[in-house]
């Protein structure tokens, strides 16, 4: 059974620092593609990075990549989400998810074989 487990969220300054973590269990960690969503109150989830399955290719959402940066270490199954400058914008659930494919955009639906349960991140002003 596929698990995926985060932490590292909580509440921060504008200004501040966060780094997030998740790690897998159930699963060949470095044969997936790893990526990171956050969902603000009655907003659809959105997507926040991704990173290939040996971590050479990232890509981060264009509004927040010179803040944000994704990483893994497949040694400890482990994907994680380095979040500088924080606004209160940031303020959302975070979510680790586990894909088959890195390229493209992902289908929710289709592209996402396991979620994890979220971590929360409220940045105040």
């Known amino acids: 059974q596929v698990q995926l487990i985060e932490s590292g969220g909580g509440l921060v300054q504008a200004g501040g620092s966060l780094r997030l973590s998740c790690v897998a269990s159930?699963?060949?960690?470095?044969?997936?593609?790893m990526a990171w969503f956050r969902q603000a109150l009655g907003k659809e989830r959105e997507f926040v990075a991704k990173i290939s399955g040996h971590g050479i290719s990232t890509s981060v959402k264009e509004s927040i990549k010179d803040r944000f940066t994704i990483s893994r270490d497949n040694g400890k199954n482990a994907v994680y989400l380095q979040m500088n400058g924080l606004k209160p914008d940031d303020t959302a659930i975070y979510y680790c998810?586990?894909?088959?494919?890195?390229?493209?955009?992902?289908?929710?639906?289709?592209?996402?074989?396991?979620w994890g349960k979220g971590t929360p991140v409220t940045v105040s002003s």
């Open positions: 998810a586990a894909a088959s494919r890195y390229s493209g955009t992902y289908n929710l639906a289709t592209d996402i074989n396991a």
């Open positions: 159930g699963l060949t960690f470095s044969t997936y593609a």
